[in-house]
């Protein structure tokens, strides 16, 4: 989203435009103060729809012009103050966005996990608390006069490619848990009944009342705290692979692919979760560039019911025309992307080129106010036009909200249930504290503060994964190794060998950091970079005892080498753990926590990069030797499988309850539902469509989890099912359902699954229609299998 930032602002500043971003007011700008108050889109009493009108009536064709970039200039006229439209909060308040500044009272903000690592709980109560903390210290921000009120995440897109460099920012690659995900988030950032009554939804210690009591009894259930923007739509996962980059990048996706990969996230995003934006990517899908598809802008309002607004990626309506060739004109480039239904473009080309686009007749007067209504109507939505926002509801956030304890903990709580265990011979870890009076830990990334991965913003603390260790052992050696994560020499290996000769244990802190992995930067190997792997062996070779390995980065990294190696007795992958990542990392490898982390995405072998980034295709095709992708349909050889994690405790589930048979019938007439009944047979599945109460057929898998061992643990729990037949285009095996439960040792807890038949049993056919199988369908729970039976 950076493109073309710096002559975004050279842009504005040239035009005068007033743009805040080094230096914060101490409260924010709003509409509606006198002498303006009277005009009738500042008047409470009217709905929304009619104020909005009333806003648009009263602009000219250039001051609605001046409404379709991401930074809106003042039009004092009117009393609108200017506005940014454009902040960043993936895993906390991003300095990536303009409409950000820590220049304030407000110095820094909880810094989360990257979200790749958060997925890897499975823990949707936890997702929803992060985005709720998020939203407050958001909201705190707004009040102080350093942030806007309309932030762009999450990205929701499915993780397809181990190489794509912003796959970090994603939950991961199954299209069920980034739904998921994208759900608790945006409820979580957006509604106002969880945040309005206290700022601590997750539990942690005291609540605190922010709301004044007048102002409690929200009746209007359409206003919203906070917007939060679902992005990237759709398929775009490639950043840099060649000559190919995303601002030219044709996805070619078949129409299976995109029901039931690409798009499902995003349906889910909007009908359940409701958000309030929707952005638009760089790429084209299957030769029309994203923000100029009219069918694929139609599809999310008029079949999903989408009511927010649409923006572009940064400068991604410049590419219709200046990398895509879509157009013969700028012109043509901002009026396509104005009818096909994208409101705002980040960046400054519709602004340039919008007033000639209108003189020439390729845009109306109509499309502008068909993109005002939906940005104005977010902007009411918000409150940005009821007055004073220091008399408003969320009037008490300040910077006492920000960077609080129970934030920090939820950021420490997310780290310790995402850090996965990938590896651990012989029970070695936890140590035990006692035994070790020395501890070497070894790698650049080691000693990085605050390790956040890209969008991270200022963080409460600066803290490095190995100051984590400093509370539980009295001497700790450090050496870098590398120079840095590329490690291209091996000039530090001799203070590393040095070091793990004199200590009792040694970790190793090797893998990604975001000059490997990152926006506009993709990876073409999977292997550890440069010589890591030789620092790896190396000290594995020389150290007193077998060493712990622990992996940073958001890709999957082969590290084939290591889960062979005996003298690497265990593997850990932290991704980007954020701020309080030291502190979790060095609890589960003494044993105060027990890991608990799942893979939320396939981990390849370094073979896997022969395959294309560009071949968007989900399905293996053997007869031209593609493998397929993701767990659903990769048929290659992999080093860890998605859901793969181990605990220090064992866990043993038994199957309550689950129904061995459901009984569809389809809503025609008697004859119709004859024929129907016997091609339906003949084929061996039902499309979806034609059975309405299926929606009705929900049921749920009741569980019970047991705790073998003697320390409490978290179990996650992945329900996945596949297919009874053979039919084309089936998943190999699909996710379900999942829950994550707490079990104290030698002690059993109880939990259900709701599984949709309809959708979750379903898959798209080669039309892009979903069908759901006859016959038995097997549910798969760790070591169990139960067959369903759906009959007509």
């Excluded at 929701?156 to 460099?165: E, K, Q, S």
């Excluded at 994603?170 to 980034?178: F, I, L, R, S």
Aim: glycine share 8%; net charge neutral.
């Amino acid at each position: 989203m950076t493109k073309n930032i710096h002559f975004l602002l050279v842009f504005l500043f040239i035009l005068g435009f007033s743009v805040h971003l080094t230096k914060s007011n101490p409260h924010p700008q709003f509409p509606c103060q006198p002498p303006h108050h009277k005009y009738s889109f500042c008047n409470k009493k009217l709905s929304i729809s009619t104020r909005v009108k009333s806003l648009i009536s009263l602009l000219r064709i250039d001051e609605k012009i001046l409404h379709l970039s991401d930074n809106t200039t003042s039009i004092p006229r009117l009393g609108l103050p200017a506005y940014e439209w454009w902040s960043e909060s993936l895993h906390g308040i991003g300095t990536n966005g303009p409409g950000i500044n820590f220049n304030g009272p407000i110095k820094g903000s909880t810094s989360f996990p990257q979200v790749i690592l958060t997925a890897a709980t499975f823990n949707r109560t936890l997702w929803h608390s992060i985005a709720s903390a998020i939203a407050v210290e958001a909201r705190a921000m707004y009040n102080t006069g350093q942030s806007g009120l309309t932030f762009w995440a999450p990205n929701i897109n499915v993780f397809r490619d181990p190489r794509w460099g912003r796959g970090q920012e994603t939950p991961g690659e199954d299209p069920m848990v980034v739904s998921s995900y994208a759900i608790e988030y945006v409820t979580g950032f957006q509604e106002l009944n969880s945040k309005a009554k206290e700022v601590n939804r997750h539990g942690i210690g005291k609540t605190r009342r922010v709301v004044k009591e007048e102002e409690e009894d929200d009746s209007d259930g359409n206003k919203l705290m906070l917007s939060a923007c679902c992005k990237h739509f759709t398929a775009y996962d490639l950043e840099k692979w060649g000559d190919v980059t995303r601002y030219n990048f044709n996805a070619v996706v078949t129409k299976q692919d995109m029901e039931d990969t690409f798009q499902a996230p995003f349906r889910s995003c909007i009908q359940q979760g409701k958000a309030s934006c929707l952005m638009c990517s760089y790429n084209s899908v299957n030769g029309v560039p994203a923000c100029a598809n009219k069918e694929l802008l139609d599809k999310v309002r008029t079949d999903w019911g989408f009511d927010g607004y649409i923006t572009s990626d940064c400068d991604a309506v410049a590419t219709i025309y200046e990398n895509q060739k879509y157009t013969k004109t700028p012109e043509e480039a901002v009026a396509i992307a104005l009818k096909a239904g994208t409101n705002i473009n980040c960046g400054t080309y519709m602004l340039r080129h919008v007033k000639s686009a209108f003189q020439q007749g390729n845009v109306l007067e109509e499309d502008l106010d068909r993109a005002l209504q939906y940005l104005f109507a977010v902007q009411f939505r918000l409150g940005l036009f009821d007055g004073d926002p220091a008399k408003g509801q969320f009037a008490n956030f300040g910077p006492q909200d920000v960077c609080t304890s129970n934030n920090l903990n939820l950021a420490l709580d997310a780290a310790r249930q995402g850090i996965v265990l990938l590896k651990n011979d012989n029970k070695f870890l936890p140590l035990n504290k006692k035994s070790v009076s020395t501890l070497a830990i070894v790698g650049p990334m080691a000693n990085v503060s605050s390790p956040g991965g890209t969008y991270s913003g200022v963080p409460c603390k600066l803290k490095s994964i190995r100051e984590g260790f400093h509370r539980h052992i009295n001497r700790t050696l450090h050496a870098d190794g590398c120079l840095d994560v590329g490690c291209n020499s091996t000039a530090g290996f001799q203070g590393a060998i040095s070091i793990a000769k004199e200590a009792d244990y040694v970790i190793v802190v090797a893998g990604l950091d975001l000059s490997q992995e990152t926006e506009d930067h993709d990876r073409y190997s999977l292997l550890l970079p440069g010589y890591q792997t030789n620092l790896v062996t190396t000290l594995a070779a020389v150290s007193k005892k077998p060493i712990i390995l622990v992996l940073t980065g958001g890709g999957p990294v082969d590290v084939s080498f290591a889960e062979k190696d005996p003298r690497i007795a265990s593997i850990l992958w932290v991704a980007y753990p954020g701020e309080t990542g030291g502190k979790a990392l060095s609890e589960i490898i003494f044993g105060y926590q027990n890991p608990g982390g799942k893979l939320p995405m396939t981990w390849y072998l370094e073979s896997f990069t022969k395959v294309p980034m560009t071949d968007m295709n989900m399905r293996a095709d053997p007869a031209n030797s593609y493998p397929g992708r993701t767990y659903r349909f990769y048929t290659g050889d992999l080093l860890y499988g998605f859901g793969h994690g181990l605990s220090y405790t064992s866990f043993s589930s038994q199957l309550l309850s689950a129904p061995k048979r459901l009984s569809l019938s389809l809503a025609k007439s008697n004859w119709k539902r004859s024929i129907l009944a016997e091609e339906h047979n003949r084929l061996g599945y039902i499309h979806v469509e034609d059975v309405p109460s299926c929606r009705l057929s929900k049921f749920f898998v009741h569980i019970s989890v047991t705790n073998d061992g003697d320390m409490d643990g978290s179990h996650v729990l992945l329900l996945f099912s596949s297919l009874p037949q053979n039919i084309q285009g089936a998943p190999l095996k699909t996710l379900v359902g999942f829950d994550r439960v707490h079990v104290p040792a030698r002690k059993s807890v109880q939990t259900s699954l709701l599984v949709d038949p309809c959708e979750l049993l379903s898959f798209a056919n080669d039309q892009g229609n979903r069908i759901l199988a006859l016959g038995e369908h097997t549910l798969i729970l760790d070591d169990i299998e139960h067959v369903v039976s759906i009959e007509m």
